[in-house]
Antibody, heavy 118, light 110 residues
Framework: EVLLVESGGGLVLPGGSLRLSCAAS????????MSWVRQAPGKGLERVSI???????FYADSVKGRFTISRDNSKNTLYLQMNSLRAEDTAVYYC????????????WGQGTLVTVSS | QSALTQPPSASGSPGQSVTISCTGT?????????VSWYQQHPGKAPKLMIY???QRASGVPDRFSGSKSGNTASLTVSGLQAEDEADYYC??????????FGGGTKLTVL
């Protein structure tokens, strides 16, 4: 059974930093397209970042230069380092994966809430 | 404002069919066959239903089907059941490693 478990969310001041983690079981993060997708309260979905099996990374324009996606293959864990956080970054952040495609994700975690507020 | 346009709501009675549209441009839906659909129940994570325009994800009932014509993709749910009541989101590749989503459609089973 595949499980993706996010952690690290919480309340942070504008301009602050947070690191999200996604611990995977039942799949290898190194062999899957791993993404972070966020959903602001009452809003739609936005793919924030993706890391390919070969290590190539991509970011949405809204977070480019502020967020960094990475993975630790030995811990089978995906990360999202978020710096210079803004109120508009407030959202539930989901970890998502797919074995075969960077255009959609079959497996999803339960999400972790990030609130940026003073 | 979302890149893809979906109606905010749709509804149907049990057993009926309902179709949800997703309109994009010739830079996303019209350019690629990389359209997907997600179902999301309140407080839950999205669930992949359709990928590659019309392929059903593993475990998805054949009551769900996808199609595309020009710049518009559609999700059809046949034989509506109470558990189909949820939010549905479309997504499309838009080139340059960009993925765009619709604003979501709330499906109500009357």
């Amino acid at each position: 059974e595949v499980l993706l478990v996010e952690s690290g969310g919480g309340l942070v001041l504008p301009g602050g930093s947070l690191r999200l983690s996604c611990a995977a079981s039942g799949l290898a993060v190194s062999s899957n397209y791993m993404s972070w997708v966020r959903q602001a309260p009452g809003k739609g979905l936005e793919r924030v970042s993706i890391i390919y099996t070969g290590g190539t990374t991509f970011y949405a324009d809204s977070v480019k230069g502020r967020f960094t996606i990475s993975r630790d293959n030995s811990k089978n864990t995906l990360y999202l380092q978020m710096n210079s956080l803004r109120a508009e970054d407030t959202a539930v952040y989901y970890c998502a994966s797919d074995r075969n495609s960077n255009y959609w994700s079959y497996f999803w975690g339960q999400g972790t809430l990030v609130t940026v507020s003073s | 404002q979302s890149a893809l346009t979906q109606p905010p709501s749709a509804s149907g009675s049990p057993g009926q069919s309902v179709t949800i549209s997703c309109t994009g441009t010739n830079s996303d839906i019209g350019a690629y066959n990389y359209v997907s659909w997600y179902q999301q129940h309140p407080g839950k994570a999205p669930k992949l239903m359709i990928y590659g325009v019309r392929q059903r994800a593993s475990g998805v009932p054949d009551r769900f089907s996808g199609s595309k014509s020009g710049n518009t993709a559609s999700l059809t749910v046949s034989g509506l059941q109470a558990e189909d009541e949820a939010d549905y989101y479309c997504s499309s590749y838009a080139g340059s490693n960009n993925l765009v989503f619709g604003g979501g459609t709330k499906l109500t089973v009357l």
